[in-house]
């Protein structure tokens, strides 16, 4: 794994949101001289991809594994019975995304406006096409052209159409497009500074770009004409192809910097334990993956245990010692655990999806394999060597009981695990792999598709957000996105 550099998350940002004045030399009546007012770009790029990073990372641990069906919370966890307007130690990503969103704003402009930051330009508009993505695909229309506009006054924006903003100008796809064109033809002196993904290598940026353009793509092409700009983008190639390429940093063993359930309270790290639905799969593929992401039960060392997700702990009786609690990886040993925005097992098993739905013409068992092989890397695991020739694990492209769509997503979701909320979300689009009816669900037994609108937003956006609210059939956690629709 490769070793996270230059990680501070002290850095405070000041007069991000700054109204207008009240008179005309406000500003200058209440400037000090002697305290800077701006930030310098590199520590901004540092701050805003390891925040997310940590922070959505986290997230996806306490929440997005809940959703997604890996963990399952123990005691009164009223998220992990589906009532996602009650978050509780996690379950809140709105002000996660909006806040890096918001920062990484200023690298953008800093980079449009300061020929000296222009080697900025390509990861801003990659970092905002890989948080928009986050952001909109969690919770649908979402407020975006004017969202990032607080400087000037703007502070009730409108909720932008979902299609709009993974197709419009400034959209999802344009950005990638623009930060793509912008880093091969970067052709300043300037290094990349505060860059603790690739340590300033911007090829490695244009390959992270093109990936993410491939996974949103891949994302929307049941809904959007992109089939041949998707082939196209294949048959170019230019993606992350190595786990050394991974667009990730890595926690570390002692502080500031280890992943944050390294430090909670034994009794909080013990909430989560493995869902029934993870012990099912991973069972099923003899995946040796247990091991690294769980512990054996404290009842019997040489079993592993899961949970049905959404027990109603007032009306169960369960005891910890019966179950898997999170592995070692995820508190004593969290230098070995990463933040993940993109990594070449996740592109692999894209162009695996893509050959067989019939995107393009290729052969996706080189493409399975090979993200498997990746992903087991990836989390230190030897993999088996059977694994990709007997058993479910082997790809069966075609045969009775083949179903390479399932096998290829499935173990996608596997090594998904605490990536925020992919995994749900990639249920949500393909259907796979098949989630469980929770135990004593508060969501008439549904699997929500999308995640609430923060309760704030009906208080200080109230318009705008009554007529999101009616476009999702009242905050509807069952009303599918865009990109969902039948």
């Known amino acids: ?52 990073g940590e922070q959505m990372s986290y997230e996806g641990f306490v929440a997005g594994n809940l959703l997604g069906q890996y ?31 918001r920062d990484n704003e200023l690298i953008l402009q800093a980079a449009l406006e300061n020929p000296i930051d222009a080697v900025y330009e390509g990861p801003a508009r990659i970092l905002k096409a890989y948080m928009t993505a986050a952001l909109t695909d969690i919770f649908g229309d979402v407020p975006y052209s004017e969202a990032l506009r607080g400087r000037v006054g703007n502070v009730t924006p409108v909720y932008d159409l979902q299609e709009d903003i993974y197709l419009g100008e400034d959209g999802i796809i344009d950005n990638l497009n623009k930060a793509i064109t912008a880093l091969e033809s970067y052709s300043g002196t300037q290094s990349l500074r505060g860059d603790i993904l690739y340590d300033g290598n911007l090829d490695n940026w244009v390959k992270f770009a093109k990936s993410l353009k491939l996974k949103y793509l891949m994302r929307i092409k049941d809904v959007a004409n992109v089939t041949i700009e998707l082939s196209q983008l294949i048959n170019a190639g230019g993606f992350i192809s190595d786990n050394s390429e991974n667009a990730t940093f890595s926690f570390t063993d002692g502080q500031p910097n280890n992943f944050r359930l390294a430090t909670a309270r034994v009794g909080d790290f013990n909430l989560y334990v493995m869902s029934e639905t993870m012990q099912e799969i991973l069972e099923e593929y003899n995946d040796p993956r247990i091991e690294t992401f769980f512990r054996p039960t404290g009842a019997d060392v040489t079993v592993y245990n899961g949970l049905l997700n959404g027990p109603n702990a007032s009306e169960t009786s369960i005891s910890i010692s019966d179950y898997s609690l999170a592995g070692t990886v995820f508190r004593e040993q969290t230098s070995l655990l990463q933040a993940n925005f993109m990594t070449a097992w996740e592109t692999e098993y894209l162009i695996a999806e893509a050959a067989v739905t019939g995107v393009f013409f290729g052969n996706p068992t080189i493409n399975y ?49 605490i990536n925020g909320y992919e995994g749900w979300i990639e249920y949500r689009r393909t259907g796979f792999p098949e989630l469980k009816t929770v135990a004593a669900s508060l969501n008439d037994d549904l699997i929500p598709v999308r995640m609430p609108y923060p309760t704030d937003e009906e208080a200080l956006n109230a318009d705008d957000f009554s007529t999101a609210a009616q476009a999702t059939d009242g905050n509807n956690i069952n009303a599918k996105v865009w990109w969902d629709a039948d």
């Open 1 to 52: 794994m490769k070793t996270m550099k230059y990680i501070y998350s002290t850095l405070v940002v000041i007069t991000l949101l700054m109204m207008s004045s009240c008179t005309d030399d406000f500003e200058n009546i209440n400037t000090n001289p002697n305290a800077p007012i701006e930030v310098e770009t590199e520590f901004l790029l540092r701050q805003v991809i390891y925040d997310y």
């Open 71 to 101: 963990f399952t919370a123990v005691d009164f966890n009223l998220f992990d019975r589906h009532s996602l307007s009650e978050p509780q130690f996690g379950g809140n990503p709105w002000p996660i995304i909006y806040t890096n969103l």
């Open 369 to 417: 394999n090979r993200a498997t092989e990746l992903a087991f890397e990836y989390w230190n695991t030897e993999m088996p060597q059977d694994y990709l020739t007997t058993g479910p694990a082997a790809f069966e492209l075609s045969g009775a009981d083949a179903d390479p769509l399932k096998q290829i997503i499935t173990q996608k979701w596997i090594a998904n695990i």
